[in-house]
């Protein structure tokens, strides 16, 4: 109940306050009032000195991944591209024009085409009281459109005393956007009044760096060492395509569902084109920012005040889909991003959940239609976000979407051609199963429970062949598998959902004889096996992602009390395989869920797990917050494909940390460094 509740008082517009929230007549409960408690007490402005705010401000921070990913930098160069308070900033986002060549004029970063690594860093400082907002940071130029996304963050929600956060971003795959005179937004809607006084003081800054070097943890000893990395330009991909509104000077976001419909982009991809992927930024807001918790509409619908009391209908399941042309060409399965005043705010401090402060983005090979795409003509690129309820529907334009797609050319200038000679028919509709019963008003006496699954593992397959004009010629594939289940309850004290959500992605270059055999029942470690045979009659190569996103989030209420609790995981591992076994790891691009292609590259699996559990519970007098704890315990691995580790845990309540054991190779290259514990 509270979750989504809670919606009403995280919602990204400040003008909704909880003074709106109904109140539940039979039980006589109230969700709390969460800005009259003392926790969350603001302050007046503060004046002091600028030398002071430092040291009288506490860190909040998230678990990252290094940045740059893979490489350390000999030589890093960093230039502000906007530092601002941001107060009332809603439809005015600082824009600019960059330069980089101007930019980084007379240090050793002068020439974009020698940079080894590329990073975006937030640093922000807020006091007093203030929702979480959602920031967007985009980049584009008139030649390849405006409008890239490259950076999607949320705030921590301050507190009297002030809070500070710095994350840095690999921004290494959009070198072909940040190597050129380009135009940058970066959007961070934000309200102040005398209730919400906190200002989002933040400073955007990229890093470019030099001379960067890969330590190879190589299985033989003679293998290890350092080795120099590759410039990003022969990295990168050619080019970076926007799928978005394409503003110069505005947030380019598509707001998608329901009566808002679907993000449509025209694309034209140069005639040389041999590879090309879509990446996908996508995050619940509103009406959806817990969608995980919203109810079957078979019981919805016989809930009368459901609505009136905060929930959503439409079911809890969702998937980005998208489509090339009008055919279908793949689908993202989210995972459940939650932003600091989720559920109850003190989950969350002074440690955001993973993906919070840089939300995590998908990744679709869309190669297998590569020989449809390089006529010279534009071709459209439409997302949809839908859920597994009656026509896919879900609540309207609550879904913040946004792409691009990054595209690798061939060595020739000729025309790649091909078509596609496979694909799954019917894949885009969603097949769900619902389950659950309903007694009396679950809102008053009653209760309900639900359930919410797929009636088959959702499936999509793709394969296409090309033809480069260098003469290469093979067959592109892609593959995906996605499981669901979520179990729910709703009564009158309880909200609890319980959420699977796992499945793997996989890319694939195939000789065109054994694409049935291949892309059959395989699974990844038989596809290996066939690749590493001596004879290797069958020449394949791919990529696999597993991932999987579990979450469990309950709260509940009384006259005296307001707890929630969550268990969630963020886990993705990225394995190779390749003929020739070229472990070159100097090719790598530096991001985990880049897919090496038509020139393979077999290295480590490249893995990131974490693991969270919080806990928060608050004391109530007279239906207000008069105190409260929350605490959390988070444990994060990370392993490259250069053989670099961390393995953490963290511990911390709302006001420490009360422990922080990191350790692994690249420990010293962990966000945020170590913690000071109390
Ligand atoms: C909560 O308090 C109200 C007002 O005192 C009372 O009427 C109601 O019965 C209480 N509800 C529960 C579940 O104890
Ligand atoms: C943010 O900037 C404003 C305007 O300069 C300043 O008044 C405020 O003290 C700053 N807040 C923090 C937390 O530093
Ligand atoms: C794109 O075109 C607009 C309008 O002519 C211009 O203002 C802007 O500077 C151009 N952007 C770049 C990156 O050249
Ligand atoms: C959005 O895409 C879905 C899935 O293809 C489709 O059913 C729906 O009609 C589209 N909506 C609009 C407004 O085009
Ligand atoms: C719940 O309360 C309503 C009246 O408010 C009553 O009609 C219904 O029978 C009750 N149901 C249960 C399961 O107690
Ligand atoms: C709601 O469900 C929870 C979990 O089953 C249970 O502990 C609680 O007593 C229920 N509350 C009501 C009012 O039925
Ligand atoms: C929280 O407030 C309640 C009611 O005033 C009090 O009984 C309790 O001891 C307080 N707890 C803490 C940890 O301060
Ligand atoms: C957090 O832990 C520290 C150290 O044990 C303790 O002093 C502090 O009171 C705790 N804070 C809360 C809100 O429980």
């Known amino acids: 109940m509270h979750a989504a509740k809670y919606s009403l008082i995280s919602a990204l517009v400040a003008a909704t306050t909880a003074s709106h929230i109904p109140h539940r007549a039979e039980q006589g409960l109230a969700v709390p009032q969460i800005w009259s408690s003392p926790l969350f007490k603001s302050s007046a402005p503060f004046h002091g000195p600028s030398s002071a705010k430092e040291s009288t401000l506490t860190q909040s921070f998230q678990l990252h991944e290094p940045a740059p990913l893979l490489t350390s930098s000999a030589h890093s160069c960093s230039v502000t591209l906007v530092s601002r308070s941001f107060a009332n900033s809603y439809g005015s986002p600082s824009t600019l024009s960059f330069d980089p060549r101007t930019a980084f004029a007379g240090t050793a970063c002068s020439d974009p085409d020698e940079w080894t690594g590329l990073t975006l860093d937030v640093h922000g400082e807020t006091r007093g009281r203030q929702f979480d907002r959602l920031g967007t940071v ?18 921590p929600e301050p507190t009297k005393q002030g809070v500070y956060w710095s994350t840095k971003k690999d921004v290494g795959k959009y070198w072909p956007l940040w190597s050129q005179p380009a135009d940058v937004v970066f959007d961070l809607p934000n309200i102040v009044d005398d209730t919400y006084t906190g200002a989002l003081n933040v400073t955007l800054q990229l890093t470019a760096s030099v001379q960067g070097s890969l330590s190879r943890a190589g299985r033989k000893r003679t293998h290890a060492g350092r080795i120099p990395a590759l410039p990003l330009k022969q990295r990168a991909a050619h080019l970076v395509i926007p799928l978005s509104k394409r503003l110069q000077t505005g947030n380019s976001i598509f707001q998608l569902g329901g009566s808002a419909g679907n993000g449509t982009a025209s694309v034209k991809v140069p005639h040389n084109a041999a590879r090309a992927l879509v ?30 009391n905060g929930y959503y209908g439409h079911g809890p399941y969702r998937e980005v889909q998208l489509y090339i042309d009008g055919a279908f060409a793949g689908f993202v399965t989210p995972y459940p991003v939650i932003f600091t005043g989720g559920i109850n705010p003190l989950l969350w401090r002074p440690a955001a959940n993973y993906g919070t402060f840089d939300q995590p983005t998908y990744t679709i090979d869309v190669t297998p239609f590569i020989g449809t795409l390089t006529d010279d003509q534009p071709h459209s690129f439409e997302l949809a976000v839908v859920g597994s309820e009656r026509g896919g529907v879900i609540n309207d334009a609550s879904w913040f979407v946004s792409g691009n797609v990054q595209v690798y050319l061939d060595s020739s200038d000729g025309r790649t051609t091909g078509k596609v000679i496979k694909a799954t028919q019917g894949a885009e509709v969603v097949k769900g199963t619902t389950g659950g019963s309903i007694k009396g008003d679950p809102l008053t006496n009653g209760s309900l429970t639900y359930s919410v699954g797929l009636q088959v593992p959702r499936r999509f ?35 609890t959902n319980d959420q699977k959500s796992f499945g793997w992605t996989r890319s694939l270059v195939i000789d065109a004889r054994h694409i049935d055999k291949v892309m059959g029942t395989l699974d990844f470690d038989a596809i290996q096996t066939l690749a590493d045979a001596q004879d290797a009659k069958v020449q394949v190569s791919a990529v696999q ?17 307001f ?38 590259v077999a290295a480590l699996p490249h893995a990131i797990l974490s693991k969270r559990n919080a806990d928060a519970d608050s004391v109530l007098v007279n239906g207000a917050i008069a105190n409260g704890t929350g605490t959390a315990r988070q444990t994060y691995m990370y392993r490259d494909m250069a053989g670099g580790t961390i393995d953490r845990v963290t511990r911390t309540n709302t006001t420490n940390v009360l422990q922080d054991s990191l350790a692994g190779s690249v420990s010293a290259r962990a966000q945020p460094g170590q913690l000071t514990v109390a």
């Open 545 to 561: 992602m597993d991932y999987n996103y579990p979450l469990y989030v309950t709260s509940s209420l009384s006259n005296t009390s």
């Open 563 to 600: 707890d929630a609790r969550i268990v969630e995981q963020f886990d993705r591992t990225v394995r190779r395989t390749g003929p020739g076994t070229d472990k070159d790891l100097t090719k790598m691009v530096g991001d985990e869920t880049t897919l090496v292609h038509a020139d393979p």
């Open 461 to 495: 397959d793709v394969a296409g062949s090309v033809k480069t004009g260098s003469g290469k010629e093979y067959v592109a594939a892609w593959s995906q598998q996605a499981e669901y289940d979520n179990r729910g309850l709703v009564n009158a004290t309880t909200q």
């Open 138 to 155: 985009w980049v584009g130029n008139n030649a390849t459109g405006q409008g890239v996304e490259v950076l999607r963050l949320d705030n």
């Open 279 to 308: 990446e996908v930024y996508a995050s619940g807001t509103a009406a959806e920012e817990f969608w995980y918790t919203g109810i079957t509409d078979r019981f919805f619908n016989q809930i009368p005040d459901a609505a009136a």
